[in-house]
């Protein structure tokens, strides 16, 4: 049986990575997988989730099964967190899955058990597990322009015309905030444009939000979901709490389903309980209780986040940093674009020959698409980078 197996694509990133650990070059530069590093280059445990890990630690009597939907004490706090009330409570289905790929997977398997002929709509680009999920699944997706190569922002005339082309009932999926790979991400008006086009289609809203808290702060980064999870009848929202949390290898996710209609929640609900029960039967559950803690202790929770914060504030600051850098070597203002992105990505819209080059001959590893993470950088490696930049001609 086993030689009838095909060898599958390799993870660009990771291959990425392997290169990056063999290169024995001192002054290399890594850009590459997406997690938060600190100045140090290190991906610290946040203070809080260490002091909720100790509490759980002492507390927990048991190790027994959660419900199939997990602890609802974590849905009731990630919803919380999310939605801060944008649509009541009874409107809203929720499960903890493994991470926000096992949210984004289930509700893709939503998508397919609700309505096998909808198409899903992603960003022309978007995250690469959205698509090879969704080719896994065998579901029917369609690219919409979401990029300007030439400003480096959002081409939202091109995706406007773009979602006009969706049939009722087609799934449009969305990034919450801080847009992986671009950066580039879409103001609350054109929010609010968007959700007009997919009310007036009769459309399905899809959110995955992974780094609220990372772009413009934790209520900032939530309120395009916010406006439309309380604007549509039906959307789907897949959360992660890897980056904002720094609980990466927890694997603690969530899935909400919410429906403009009470009546419906309690379907939802069990469909989304089902779909655990045959995917994995119950979600991890050490992550989901840390997060849940740490949201319902008020001094735990504010210590959280003054150290997102931190985080966010060093990033913007890196940010300001190589966009300064770059305008004074280049002398020009085309890479305004870095301080105006989001989040820990931004994809700087290099050819892949310059990608290519900017490994060989200076050690700085990004994805092939050019995306880099601002999060790789120090305020020692910003020139370095500015300056490898601007020689091989970006
Ligand atoms: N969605 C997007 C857009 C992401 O960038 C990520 C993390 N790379 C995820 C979802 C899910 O991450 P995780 O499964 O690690 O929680």
């Given at each position: 049986m086993f030689e009838h197996l095909k060898p599958q694509p390799a993870d660009k990133i990771l291959a990425l990575m392997q290169m990056y650990r063999e290169?024995?070059?001192?002054?290399k530069i890594d850009l590459g997988v997406g997690v938060y590093k600190n100045a140090e280059g290190i991906t610290p445990v946040m203070r809080a989730v260490k002091a909720a890990e100790r509490q759980v630690w002492e507390e927990q009597q048991s190790k027994a099964y959660t419900g199939l939907a997990g602890d609802p004490a974590y849905s009731d706090a990630m919803i919380n967190l999310i939605?801060?009330?944008?649509?009541?409570?009874?409107?809203v289905a929720a499960v903890a899955t493994p991470g926000g790929t096992g949210a984004c997977r289930q509700a893709f398997e939503l998508v397919r058990m609700a309505n096998p002929s909808a198409r899903i709509f992603v960003s022309?680009?978007?995250?690469?597990n959205h698509i090879s999920i969704l080719n896994y699944l065998g579901i029917e997706m369609v690219p919409y322009r979401y990029?300007?190569?030439?400003?480096?922002?959002?081409?939202f005339d091109g995706m406007i015309e773009d979602l006009k082309q969706a049939r009722p009932g087609d799934v449009v999926l969305l990034?919450?905030?801080?847009?992986?790979?671009?950066g580039a991400n879409m103001n609350l008006i054109q929010w609010q444009d968007v959700v007009n086009l997919i009310n007036e289609q009769g459309l399905i809203a899809m959110i995955d939000i992974?780094?609220?808290?990372?772009?413009?702060g934790l209520e900032e980064d939530a309120a395009a979901t916010r406006l439309v999870a309380s604007s549509v009848s039906e959307c789907l929202i897949a959360a992660s709490c890897s980056k904002n949390f720094g609980v990466?290898?927890?694997?603690t996710g969530l899935l909400m389903a919410i429906s403009?209609?009470?009546?419906?929640t309690a379907l939802n609900q069990s469909t989304l309980a089902f779909l655990n029960r045959q995917n994995y039967s119950f979600p991890p559950d050490h992550g989901a209780r840390v997060v849940t803690t740490i949201l319902g202790d008020v001094a735990l929770r504010a210590d959280w986040q003054q150290e997102l914060e931190e985080v966010r504030l060093s990033m913007l600051g890196l940010r300001q940093q190589l966009a300064d850098e770059l305008q004074r070597l280049s002398?020009?203002?085309?890479?305004g674009f870095i301080a105006q992105h989001r989040g820990?990505?931004?994809?700087?819209?290099?050819a892949p020959e310059l990608v290519e080059k900017l490994r060989v001959e200076h050690g700085i590893y990004m994805v092939?698409?050019?995306?880099?993470?601002?999060?790789?950088?120090n305020a020692q490696t910003v020139p370095i980078l500015a300056q490898a930049i601007v020689e091989v001609g970006v």
């Open positions: 290169d024995p070059r001192d002054q939605l801060n009330g944008a649509v009541p409570r009874e409107n022309n680009p978007t995250w690469p990029f300007d190569a030439e400003t480096r922002g959002v081409d990034h919450g905030c801080c847009h992986n790979p671009t992974a780094y609220q808290g990372f772009g413009d990466y290898r927890e694997r403009a209609d009470a009546s419906q002398g020009s203002d085309r890479f820990m990505f931004s994809r700087i819209g290099a092939g698409d050019s995306r880099m993470n601002i999060a790789g950088l």
